[in-house]
T-cell receptor
Framework: NAGVMQNPRHLVRRRGQEARLRCSPMKGHSHVYWYRQLPEEGLKFMVY????????ESGMPKERFSAEFPKEGPSILRIQQVVRGDSAAYFCASSPPASTFTDTQYFGPGTRLTVL | GIQVEQSPPDLILQEGANSTLRCNFS?????LQWFHQNPWGQLINLFYIPSGTKQNGRLSATTVATERYSLLYISSSQTTDSGVYFCAGPFSGGYNKLIFGAGTRLAVHP
């Protein structure tokens, strides 16, 4: 059973470009979470999605960031007009559909975004 | 807001030593997870432990939910244990989003 997949693993963008990060949850999982890890810090929650729905986006910056989890295909975290402060590791996690507060989240390997 | 505090922030051990990492949290936790982030940045699930004690090989964890803390024990440490250890939990009203501590950075020397 494949784990959570993220691609690309490394992404380099110049200031002002767009970054698209993809996450395929574990098979059978319909809940996806995105977290950001700045250098030398812990992970910070960004957004929680279920298929075609954003459940909680309280951790998302108000501008330039968006996320989706379509009916078909991976979840996408999109960052428009990237700035140097967006350089970080972005992790995706998934959990099964019966989740409320009790299920373990399984993390992908992360995408390391570097903005030049 | 909810606080998750980990101690110590940094730890250096000789191979074979034992250690205890602590996680304090400021609110009721619905579950608690321990993770190991290895030097390559990969996050590995260690324990899902809302309460009680669990063991997995040289690692064990105890959560005392009523006193709002969790402990991770590493026995007979090995160089491969190096990395950062995080605790994280979803808290009441927070759906399942995890709030992470700042981590304990462990270096095990041969």
């Amino acid at each position: 059973n494949a784990g959570v997949m993220q691609n690309p693993r490394h992404l380099v963008r110049r200031r002002g470009q767009e970054a698209r990060l993809r996450c395929s949850p574990m098979k059978g999982h319909s809940h996806v979470y995105w977290y950001r890890q700045l250098p030398e810090e812990g992970l910070k929650f960004m957004v929680y999605l279920q298929k075609e729905n954003i459940i909680d986006e309280s951790g998302m910056p108000k501008e330039r960031f968006s996320a989706e989890f379509p009916k078909e295909g991976p979840s996408i975290l999109r960052i428009q007009q990237v700035v140097r402060g967006d350089s970080a590791a972005y992790f995706c996690a998934s959990s099964p559909p019966a989740s409320t507060f009790t299920d373990t989240q399984y993390f992908g390997p992360g995408t390391r975004l570097t903005v030049l | 807001g909810i606080q998750v505090e980990q101690s110590p922030p940094d730890l250096i051990l000789q191979e074979g030593a034992n250690s205890t990492l602590r996680c304090n949290f400021s609110d009721s936790v619905n579950n608690l997870q321990w993770f190991h982030q290895n030097p390559w940045g990969q996050l590995i699930n260690l324990f899902y432990i809302p309460s009680g004690t669990k063991q997995n090989g040289r690692l064990s964890a105890t959560t005392v939910a009523t006193e709002r803390y969790s402990l991770l024990y590493i026995s007979s440490s090995q160089t491969t244990d190096s990395g950062v250890y995080f605790c994280a939990g979803p808290f009441s009203g927070g759906y399942n989003k995890l709030i992470f501590g700042a981590g304990t950075r462990l270096a095990v020397h041969p």
